[in-house]
């Protein structure tokens, strides 16, 4: 068995199947991680949701929520306010099946263990200062939020925003679970102390002094397991300082990443331009 990490989907959906196509991969016996944002921007997000769905109810794979994922949640339950031109999520939300889609990606996971090895995987990263115990622990806790009977309004009213930056293990509330969705699912930049920083999303070439990559820190305390993450495009493949990043740029005419997790082997696939950065600010 082969436990092949898949980098962000965002609706590449063709481009899941080249992949998966290209490394052989057996779905009675390999498993798959998704690492989140299986939707929006790329033409086919239902296609994905449906493929990612099927394959995690037939216990051949995981998924951990992404920015997207949540961004897709936020449009089920009608918040416009954060609804872009370059969003392409009209597809599921008209789609015969989104209550059954939509509810059941509102269950999935922050954070998902291998059973074996010493081995996580994230949408964005964990901040420095958590221990893993304590990472599945703060994962628990929105994960049991969003499946509770609110998280339409928790959704709607508490989801979004950057402050907290900075946490404390004794914030309590919708602060708190607002600091862990952002560091799960956001998170680039911070400092040592795991103080957010939202508005660089380059590579790390651009930035310098107290700010860095969440994942170089000397004295980051989650170093005793790998860490699967996506989210971050203009990364790269880095596998270094522990941690693997798997958003190689599909969607932007770089590479699908498959890493087989358990013989460290990283496959990409080609891909061509769906979608066009922006100028300005974007989300990603
Ligand atoms: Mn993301």
């Given at each position: 068995m082969t436990t092949y990490v898949i980098g962000d989907l965002q609706g590449c959906y063709d481009q899941?199947?080249?992949?998966?196509?290209?490394?052989?991969?057996?779905?009675?016996?390999?498993?798959?991680?998704?690492?989140?944002?299986?939707?929006?921007?790329?033409?086919?997000?239902?296609?994905?949701?449906?493929?990612?769905?099927?394959?995690?109810?037939?216990?051949?794979?995981?998924?951990?929520?992404?920015?997207?994922?949540?961004?897709?949640?936020?449009?089920?339950?009608?918040?416009?306010?954060?609804?872009?031109?370059?969003?392409?999520?009209?597809?599921?939300?008209?789609?015969?099946?989104?209550?059954?889609?939509?509810?059941?990606?509102?269950?999935?996971?922050?954070?998902?263990?291998?059973?074996?090895?010493?081995?996580?995987?994230?949408?964005?990263?964990?901040?420095?200062?958590?221990?893993?115990?304590q990472a599945k622990g703060y994962a628990k806790e929105l994960e049991a939020q969003l499946k509770g009977p609110d998280w339409q309004s928790y959704i709607v009213n508490h989801l979004f925003g950057s402050e907290p930056d900075s946490w404390d293990e004794a914030l309590t509330g919708y602060e708190r679970l607002r600091y862990i969705v952002n560091a799960f699912c956001r998170m680039r930049y911070c400092n040592a102390e795991g103080k957010l920083e939202f508005k660089t999303k380059s590579a790390p070439k651009d930035i310098g002094g107290e700010y860095q990559p969440w994942f170089v820190f000397p004295n980051r305390r989650n170093k005793d397991h790998e860490i699967f993450f996506g989210h971050w495009s203009t990364l790269g493949a880095i596998d270094a300082y522990q941690v693997h990043a798997t958003d190689t740029g599909c969607l932007w005419g770089g590479q699908m990443t498959a890493y087989a997790l358990e013989n460290k082997q990283r496959f990409s696939l080609d891909c061509e331009q769906v979608c066009k950065p922006k100028q300005k600010k974007k989300k990603s």
């Open positions: 899941l199947v080249a992949l998966l196509d290209d490394i052989n991969y057996r779905p009675e016996e390999d498993h798959l991680w998704f690492v989140g944002d299986i939707v929006n921007r790329g033409p086919k997000s239902l296609e994905c949701l449906r493929f990612v769905k099927q394959a995690c109810e037939n216990g051949q794979a995981d998924i951990v929520l992404g920015n997207h994922d949540f961004h897709l949640l936020a449009a089920y339950c009608g918040v416009e306010k954060y609804i872009s031109k370059s969003d392409t999520l009209s597809p599921i939300l008209e789609a015969e099946d989104a209550d059954q889609l939509v509810n059941w990606l509102r269950k999935q996971p922050l954070l998902v263990s291998h059973p074996v090895f010493e081995a996580v995987m994230v949408h964005a990263g964990i901040p420095p200062q958590w221990t893993i115990e």
